[in-house]
């Protein structure tokens, strides 16, 4: 079974920063299965990219993904108010199962 | 467009079990997946099985291999997962989520608002 650790687990950034948020897979991934969700307090996730680097519908561009194999970067360019949330990476490891990364909460320093 | 509504919040007592519901509009229930995530109160998301609709192919997470059952009514577009023998740190909220592999990638697109599953003596 894969396993995604994601790091840091906790970010304190002011607005206006720019955030970077790691995922690390135990074992090379496909980019083309690996997405990742924005979650705030009392909300269901929502997903912000996948494919690795694709933007899901609505997602401002100020929110990118990079990376292959085992390493794979969130980057929020410019952090507002409304980006200060838990984000996790997702796997998808075939035969129609998945695997969520621990998290990482971006906190309003 | 495309909705999840979940049932309402439940509370059971240990042993038991509960069933919750996940009604989708807005789409083709058929060309999707539909998946259940689980979090228990301040921790992560954790991936509890699957269902190919259209196919009636079921995958279940080891952990709950043996507790969980995920069904769906396709008349109905609705998805239910039941989960037995249920234990205190059972307690979380429970969600369902579409999953899309339609374009060769795949990720869950839509998610239902949660069910609140609180597991007390």
């Known amino acids: 079974e894969i396993v995604l650790t994601q790091s840091p687990g906790t970010l304190s950034l002011s607005p206006g920063d720019r955030a970077t948020l790691s995922c690390r897979a135990s074992?090379?991934?496909?980019?083309?299965?690996l997405a990742w969700y924005q979650q705030k307090p009392g909300q269901a996730p929502r997903l912000l990219i996948y494919g690795a680097s694709n933007r899901a519908t609505g997602i401002p561009d100020k929110f990118s993904g990079s990376g292959s194999g085992t390493d794979f970067t969130l980057t929020i360019s410019r952090l507002e108010p409304e980006d200060f949330a838990v984000y996790y990476c997702?796997?998808?490891?075939?035969?129609?199962?998945?695997?969520f990364g621990q998290g990482t909460k971006v906190e309003i320093k | 467009q495309v909705q999840l509504v979940q049932s309402g919040a439940e509370v059971r007592k240990p042993g038991s079990s509960v069933k919750v519901s996940c009604k989708t509009s807005?789409?083709?229930?058929?060309?999707?997946?539909i998946n259940w995530v689980r979090q228990a109160p301040g921790q992560g998301l954790e991936w509890m099985g699957g269902?190919?609709?259209?196919?009636?192919?079921?995958k279940y997470a080891q952990k709950f291999q043996d507790r969980v059952s995920i069904t769906a009514d396709t008349s109905t577009s609705t998805a239910y997962m039941e989960l037995s023998s249920l234990r205190f740190e059972d307690t979380a909220v429970y969600y369902c989520?579409?999953?899309?592999?339609?374009?060769?990638?795949?990720?869950?697109?839509?998610w239902g608002q949660g069910t609140l599953v609180t597991v007390s003596s």
């Open positions: 074992q090379s991934i496909s980019s083309s299965y």
């Open positions: 807005g789409g083709t229930f058929i060309s999707y997946t």
């Open positions: 997702q796997q998808y490891g075939g035969a129609l199962t998945w695997t």
């Open positions: 989520a579409r999953g899309d592999e339609s374009s060769g990638y795949n990720f869950f697109d839509y």
């Open positions: 269902f190919i609709v259209l196919f009636g192919t079921r």
